[in-house]
């Protein structure tokens, strides 16, 4: 029977591998390739999307701006 630092000792060696694991195991480039990019999860844009989305930063950051700069008068 594991006496309780032992037993103390395999958890603390438990909470600080799991994390440290899936970490490792997520940041694995053979693992986001086959999961991630060949499951759908992360599709490359298009160029239309790519498009539509640089102009919603640009609208957006503009935006940002001008509250900024009303801001500032104030």
Known sequence: MLSRNQLEIF???LYLTFPVGIF???N?????EKYAIAGKIFQPLTEEQRKDLEGFR???QELNEKKLLEATKK
């Open 28 to 32: 694995q480039t053979e693992f986001f």
């Open 58 to 60: 640009k609208r957006m």
């Open 11 to 13: 958890r603390m060696v």
């Open 24 to 26: 490792w195991i997520a």
